[in-house]
């Protein structure tokens, strides 16, 4: 049992390195966002949506994912190619193709009986996607590739040493596929030749560079509702709980949560002005066994959801939806 365990880890390990590996100063300059105030990037919804205000607004100083983070390149890659896909011709005439990374050459090795053992790729190329980008941002793109690359043995041994690394890799699966969703419904809120999105454009191709942003002077509500805090008074947090997990659910590989099964909802410590530091609860969900029980933890800074923990992965911190943290600092939920 332990073997397969083991096994199962290393083969989920793998998956999540190659999904990557194949995607394969604080001083800004200031500009009148007057002109931006009608055509502001449309975020809510969206799983990265604190990410992506935050590029827009040029507030790079807020982004929790950093630049050399692998994150931002999945994020950069998936953002290239949805825009290429759904934007296409609103590229300039200089386009250029956004190139995939396949095997050329496989190493193979059989057993005694002639059966395939391993399969290891020992020479790779690049072939055309069919999708094409702004040649300023696939520039942009293909300097945070290359401190992926660089670190790419390391990152790979932290990952699989991690004391959490399978809590991690399924993470990394969840982020992935929210992700994709975020890159269906960003197309669909905003305008390919919008001012906001060609804002975004800008300073994402600023933040991979390491250089200034293009910094507007409104902060952004998800900044704004960390400082705030959470609010006072009571809660409807059988309805809190049930919004962050459904959210975190769309993302779930196996199982299916059960909207409304939110149950024996527990706050175990409050902070002085009686917002709870923590919340625990049960829920359903169904799977390959049918319906089951589950249990979440949900820890508070500053009267804010700060980390989802699901019992099957007790010390993985899930982050919560910054539209629906929001919605909660606004007092939307309140009894």
């Not at 390990?13 to 966002?33: A, G, P, T």
């Not at 982020?175 to 669909?188: A, E, I, P, R, S």
């Amino acid at each position: 049992m332990k073997l397969s365990v083991q096994i199962f880890h290393l083969f989920l390990i793998s998956i999540i390195w190659l999904l990557f590996v194949s995607l394969s100063s604080n001083d800004s300059q200031n500009f009148d966002s007057a002109a931006l105030d009608e055509a502001e990037l449309k975020t809510d919804g969206l799983y990265f949506a604190e990410f992506y205000d935050n590029i827009y607004r040029g507030h790079f100083e807020n982004l929790e994912i950093k630049r050399d983070d692998m994150m931002f390149l999945t994020i950069f890659d998936k953002y290239l190619r949805a825009y290429g896909g759904n934007c296409d011709r609103y590229l300039p005439a200089d386009k250029v193709e956004i190139l995939n990374q396949v095997c050329k050459t496989e190493e193979v090795t059989k057993n005694g009986w002639g059966d395939v053992v391993s399969r290891v790729c020992v020479e790779y190329t690049w072939v055309g996607s069919g999708l094409y980008a702004k040649p300023e941002l696939y520039d942009a793109y293909a300097v945070v590739d290359q401190i992926q690359r660089s670190k790419g043995l390391n990152t790979m041994m932290d990952m699989i040493t991690n004391p959490n690394s399978m809590g991690n890799s399924v993470d990394m699966i969840h982020k992935t596929k929210g992700l994709n969703n975020d890159m269906v419904k960003l197309f669909q809120m905003n305008a390919c030749n919008g001012e906001a999105l060609k804002r975004f454009d800008e300073n994402l191709e600023l933040f991979a560079r390491n250089k200034a942003s293009i910094r507007m002077q409104q902060a952004s509500k998800y900044t704004t509702m960390k400082k705030t805090g959470g609010p006072t008074g009571a809660q409807n947090f059988n309805k809190l709980i049930d919004d962050l997990v459904y959210d975190q659910a769309k993302t779930w590989a196996f199982n299916k949560y059960t909207a409304g099964s939110i149950t024996n909802v527990y706050s175990s410590t409050k902070d002085s002005q009686g917002r709870p530091r923590e919340l625990s609860a049960n829920y359903s969900y169904s799977g390959f066994g049918g319906n089951s029980r589950g249990s979440v933890r949900i820890t508070f800074d500053n009267g804010l959801p700060k980390c989802i923990y699901f019992s099957d992965f007790p010390q993985n911190c899930k982050t919560p939806n910054s539209s629906i943290l929001s919605a909660y600092s606004e007092g939307k939920y309140a009894n």
